[in-house]
């Protein structure tokens, strides 16, 4: 459990470390309604999703309530304001968002840009350790219920071999393990042939002792 929660810890530092997104603003552009600041955010698909970006996902969270009301109380505008100034594109083939702000004012505008990218990236980040959150639960749930098999299918051995008087070999306490019990046997085997050596005999076929009966 403890190297599973290891590496779940580690999962989720590249979480925050490398699949967040990372951007890079450009100059504000003036244009005869306002001047234009935009921001191009290079994504990273998912650690725990196997089928890449899900464009659809990432529309909804740009234009959801959670990043709009974070937006819209950090710069203390209204979101109905804010939603007229902002859209944005994606570059499926590239992998990039491209989030252009319009406003009246420069600074506004150059505000409103960067404090959107940068929610964006934080709230896609808090998305993707959440997700990791959840596999790394189902890991360990999946891990507990196969130990759990394990021990029941060992005390169902445990009792039947109980019910019919046997014991396996190296279960009991105190007891030899097998390659304990064959390293005895060698050197018993080896201790008598050099005994049998000084005038008697030992059938090469392994058997220490053997009854022998008279006709």
């Not at 937006?71 to 109905?80: G, P």
């Not at 005895?184 to 080896?190: D, H, M, S, V």
């Amino acid at each position: 459990m403890d190297m599973n929660r290891a590496g779940g810890f580690f999962l989720l530092l590249l979480c925050g470390l490398l699949f967040g997104c990372f951007g890079e603003e450009q100059d504000l552009l003036a244009g005869p309604d306002g001047y234009e600041s935009e921001s191009v955010l290079q994504l990273h698909p998912s650690p725990v999703s196997s089928t890449g970006i899900d464009w659809s996902e990432e529309a909804e969270l740009l234009q959801g309530d959670v990043i709009f009301e974070r937006l819209s109380s950090a710069l203390a505008m209204e979101r109905e304001q804010l939603a007229k100034m902002i859209r944005f594109e994606f570059d499926i083939l590239e992998e990039r968002v491209r989030i252009i702000v319009r406003g009246e004012e420069p600074e506004e505008a150059g505000a409103v840009c960067r404090t959107y990218a940068d929610l964006y990236r934080e709230y896609r980040k808090e998305r993707e350790v959440r997700r990791a959150r959840e596999v790394l639960d189902r890991l360990d749930r999946e891990l507990a219920e196969s130990e759990a098999k394990v021990e029941k299918s060992r005390a169902e051995l445990a009792k039947l071999l109980s019910e019919n008087g046997l014991v396996l070999p190296g279960t009991e306490e105190g007891s030899p393990t097998l390659e304990e019990d064959r390293l005895t046997y060698r050197k018993a085997l080896e201790a008598l042939r050099e005994d049998a050596g000084e005038g008697g005999t030992v059938p090469d076929d392994g058997v220490l002792f053997r009854k022998e009966e008279n006709p």
